[in-house]
């Protein structure tokens, strides 16, 4: 099909115009987001030194002076060699996955109860989600700390109601870390699972318990075939901005809280070892590629199949 | 028609490819001045792509099109003296009745006033004086079709293109809308040209239709020639209720066909000239309406008939359709009127007699 | 009657709402606590809003923030609402492909990279070309620019593909070229998600805490690097005011929003 930025008059100013409108987002992305990427890659392959910048430049200048290209793989090698890294690659991604299944587990009931719920209240229920998105983060998280310290709030309660007797260490914790993670990220489990409930169609159920299932078999059957989708979503949108998270370790994990984030995070200003942090960063852009890759083919099928619903 | 009066639209070998796929195949057509010409096909047959060429909207693949004697195949859409009325009428949401009129001719760069005027005159044609200061999600489907249809015409197009104009509509409000379309269209004397799914609103609507198929016209004529004479299995099958029967040539002169038709009662004979020697398979379709059914034997030794067992029935009130077993087991489709309201009806199993008139068979060549 | 499940569903809808506002909620409480510590109600006080307002430091970071937040938001909208268009309209051209990944790839990237990256990137263009000279506030803008119009881009992105085609179509048909369609059609209709954009650029740039650590300089420490400076010795009374007055900004900002479009949606 045509589009309307298709040019048909090959006038000189609607060309210059298209160009313009292309050009400028383009050229801000290529310069500000592509650039400093393979920049990361190039400092990725440099040695460190004490200089400013404190690495090794990439094209070296011999004795005959000529250029040529200095590379080496030594800070891929080191984050294998030295455990630390690769255990921590490792608990990032259980930290992730963890956050991410308590948040589907607490999030499917709560948007399948959204969807459900009589459309004034959904309207003013869904707003209350939304709410916290546009709260700052960092607020939102360090409002945890209060409730999670040894006197604090939750601690006190318990004692209070008699559970416990002696405060809990919370804080300072990988508990108060996922506890952190789920609830800064269960907004975008619920948005994405609410998006996919609210289109069920209601008949597909009134059909199967027509058919003779019983309620937990319409909701086995086809509730949560059909909710596949909004659960992968919502399930990708929270388990990739974990594994590079940086505010929650930071602030309610423990010293031995090791996430990747947290680690380049430190390489980067307290050892001030560019190369290493740069590898760091390399390594956890491939860790997330798959998932990203993934979630990008599925929302694009997605769209696809929308807009091709919208031409018939 | 006149064959020797230049026409008013030339299309000539139009294609458009989307990839390797043809959704428009070569296609060649002549459109006269003040003609309200259909272009009739299923979804996906190339009607709408074709359209879209010729508003502009898609540039073809190869091939010309002319209008008034002037090549438009590379004229962008807002330089052509061609508008198109789109099948969601595609009405600016955020404008009034008014605005959405006007703006064709405030891209003319015409003053206040005349504006105004002519957008009171159209809003009158389409009986909405009282709409312009309306948002569209104020009107309803009709109320919308008209002011689609007033700023499409508002700029006094040569050709008024319209992509399934009834389309919206419900099926009493599309009767009304159709005679109404075509007053306005003989009160302008503007070409149009409708694309359509709907063979009806085709029938009742156009001077000429042009039956779509995979990219390409398999039959362009007056609704009753395309109805009467069909030109293959296709447009017969398409156009209304159709029988169709295998036959072979049994012999052939200057004046009269004979063929064997089994599932008629045997041997037919048509007074119809055959040119092409070689065919021997053929097609005879005869329409539901031009048989009589009756559940006496007809007593004329002339009539063709044959005998069958109803097997089921519709009745639509103005008439009848009988679904027809005949001895040899196949189905016949035949319409009745219902003409008196005494008469005794045929029912389910009653054994009955199909009888038509020879004349009334459509040889099609396979 | 509820049924069990419906029970089961209502209670998960009340631990939910409760886990997500509670700690709010207490945030907004203790800032009006006379004592210093969470777990002793000391009684009311306005006090810590007077230390706040008092506070130099935070009312300078705030008002970086701030201009950093505006000037993002409005540069995020126009550049987001181009490659939106692009993403939405233009279904090919030259370097398609990159493009689109560019645009999809900051959403998804870990704050600690775009911001390594972009720190790296001014790094080597002061060694390269002096600029920038220093970094601070044009660098923050920068980074935020990147990142938020990758936002605008999708939400107009996704509006657009709402929209019918057809709808620009009918303004080309009736003489409009496509540049004047954009302004007299496009634009004017997705102008509410350009509006939704800009207040999304605005609240992402005045959030980040990461990006900007890594690419500010001396002297230009924004609200969230200073509230993290401070909190992470532990909790502090003047954060808990200044978190109520941003929790009440938003709240009543959004419940606005929310009536609006309510109300559109009823017309």
């Known amino acids: 099909m045509s589009g309307l930025l298709i040019n048909l008059d090959n006038s000189f100013r609607e060309r210059l115009w298209k160009n313009l409108v292309i050009a400028i987002p383009y050229l801000w992305l290529l310069l500000f987001f592509l650039t400093p990427f393979l920049i990361v890659l190039k400092i990725s392959l440099a040695d460190p030194i004490i200089a400013q910048p404190p690495f090794t430049p990439f094209f070296q200048e011999t004795v005959d002076g000529s250029f040529s290209i200095y590379a080496t793989f030594d800070n891929f090698l080191y984050l294998f060699q030295d455990s630390l890294y690769f255990v921590t690659y490792l608990s990032s991604v259980k930290l992730a996955f963890i956050s991410t299944f308590f948040a589907l587990i607490i999030g499917y009931p709560i948007a399948y109860g959204i969807a459900r719920s009589p459309q004034p209240t959904r309207n003013i229920l869904l707003l209350m989600i939304v709410i916290p998105f546009w709260i700052s983060f960092l607020l939102r998280v360090y409002a945890w700390m209060g409730i ?12 209070w109601i008699g559970i416990i007797d002696q405060p809990l260490d919370l804080l300072y914790t990988d508990t108060a870390v996922y506890i952190g993670m789920i609830y800064s990220y269960l907004p975008f489990m619920i948005l994405p699972l609410y998006a996919n409930l609210e289109k069920l169609d209601i008949r597909l159920l009134e059909a199967a318990s027509d058919l003779g299932a019983k309620r937990w078999q319409v909701f086995k059957d086809v509730t949560l075939p059909l909710s596949l989708p909004g659960i992968i979503a919502g399930s990708l949108l929270v388990f990739i901005p974990s594994i590079g998270e940086y505010v929650i370790p930071a602030l309610l994990g423990g010293a031995d809280t090791l996430m990747i984030g947290r680690v380049l995070f430190d390489e980067f200003f307290l050892n001030r070892d560019w190369p290493v942090a740069s590898a760091v960063a390399i390594v956890l852009v491939l860790l997330l590629v798959l998932p990203i890759v993934y979630f990008q083919k599925r929302q694009s099928q997605e769209s696809m199949q929308n807009s091709s619903q919208a031409v018939t | 028609m006149n064959e020797e009066q230049k026409s008013y639209i030339e299309i000539r070998g139009i294609s458009k490819y989307f990839g390797n796929f043809a959704a428009v195949d070569k296609v060649d057509l002549d459109i006269n001045k003040g003609e309200l010409f259909s272009i009739l096909g299923a979804s996906g047959s190339g009607k709408t792509t074709l359209l879209r060429m010729l508003a502009g909207l898609e540039t073809p693949s190869e091939g010309t099109i002319k209008i008034d004697g002037i090549d438009m195949t ?75 249809l007033a700023r499409s015409l508002i700029k006094e197009p040569k050709v008024l293109l319209l992509d399934e104009p009834m389309a919206a509509l419900d099926k009493k409000l599309r009767q009304s809308t159709q005679f109404e379309l075509v007053d306005i269209q003989f009160q302008l004397g503007v070409t149009f040209i409708i694309v359509t799914h709907d063979q009806e609103e085709a029938m009742t609507l156009s001077d000429r239709i042009a039956i779509m198929e995979q990219g390409k016209f398999v039959q362009i004529g007056e609704p009753n020639s395309i109805y009467e004479n069909p030109n293959s299995n296709f447009v ?92 040899n087991g196949d189905i016949i489709q035949v319409s009745k009127q219902n003409r008196m309201r005494t008469e005794q009806p045929i029912k389910w199993e009653d054994e009955v007699y199909l009888s038509w008139d020879n004349e009334n068979l459509i040889i099609l060549e396979k | 009657m509820l049924n069990k499940r419906s029970k089961f569903i209502f209670s998960m809808l009340c ?11 207490l945030v907004v409480i203790y800032s009006f606590n006379d004592s210093k510590l969470v777990t002793i109600w000391g009684g009311w006080t306005l006090k810590w809003y007077v230390e706040l307002f008092n506070n130099e430091n935070i009312l300078n970071a705030a008002l970086l923030s701030f201009r950093i937040a505006a000037i993002t938001a409005t540069f995020a909208t126009i550049f987001g609402t181009m490659a939106g268009l692009i993403l939405a309209r233009l279904k090919q051209f030259r370097g398609r492909m990159l493009f689109t990944g560019m645009i999809a790839s900051p959403l998804v990237m870990p704050e600690v990279i775009t911001g390594l990256s972009l720190l790296l990137l001014f790094v080597s263009l002061q060694d390269l070309i002096g600029w920038p000279s220093q970094r601070g506030m044009n660098t923050i803008t920068i980074a935020h620019i990147t990142f938020s119009m990758a936002y605008v881009a999708v939400i107009i992105q996704s509006r657009l593909t709402e929209i019918n085609e057809s709808l620009e179509e009918a303004a080309m048909d009736l003489g409009a070229k496509p540049a004047r369609v954009i302004w007299d059609i496009t634009l004017p209709i997705i102008f509410p998600a350009m509006i939704s954009g800009w207040l999304l650029s605005f609240t992402l740039s005045l959030d980040d805490l990461v990006i900007s650590s890594f690419v500010s300089g001396p002297g230009s ?39 609006i479009i309510n109300k559109k949606n009823k017309n």
């Open chain 1, 148 to 159: 999670l310290k040894t006197k604090g709030l939750l601690n006190g309660f318990l004692l």
């Open chain 2, 74 to 148: 590379q004229v962008p859409p807002y330089k052509r003296p061609v508008n198109i009325m789109f099948q969601n009428y595609a009405l600016f949401p955020h404008m009034s009745v008014f605005d959405n009129i006007a703006y064709g001719l405030k891209k003319e760069g015409l003053s206040k006033d005349i504006i105004e005027d002519k957008v009171a005159n159209i809003l009158s044609l389409v009986k909405l004086e009282e709409y312009g200061k309306r948002k569209p999600n104020q009107l309803s489907g009709g109320q919308s079709q008209r002011v689609a």
């Open chain 2, 236 to 327: 017969a099958d398409f156009i209304g209720n159709i029988n169709l029967f295998n036959a072979k040539i049994t012999s052939t002169n200057d004046d009269n066909a004979s063929f064997y038709c089994e599932a008629l009662g045997g041997e037919i004979v048509i007074k119809k000239s055959i040119q092409d020697q070689n065919v021997k398979d053929v097609t005879l379709a005869l329409r539901p309406e031009k048989m009589i059914i009756q559940k006496e034997s007809p007593s004329d030794e002339d009539t063709n008939f044959i005998s069958g067992v109803v097997e089921d029935f519709g009745y639509f009130g103005n008439l009848s359709i009988y679904r027809v077993r005949t001895n």
């Open chain 3, 15 to 25: 631990f939910g709402f409760a886990f997500l506002y509670i700690p709010i909620a």
């Open chain 3, 221 to 259: 420490t924004t609200l969230p690097m200073l509230i993290f400076s401070k909190v992470r010795l532990g909790v502090a009374p003047d954060i808990n005011a200044l978190a109520t007055i941003l929790i009440a900004i938003v709240t009543i900002g959004v419940c606005i929003a929310a009536a």
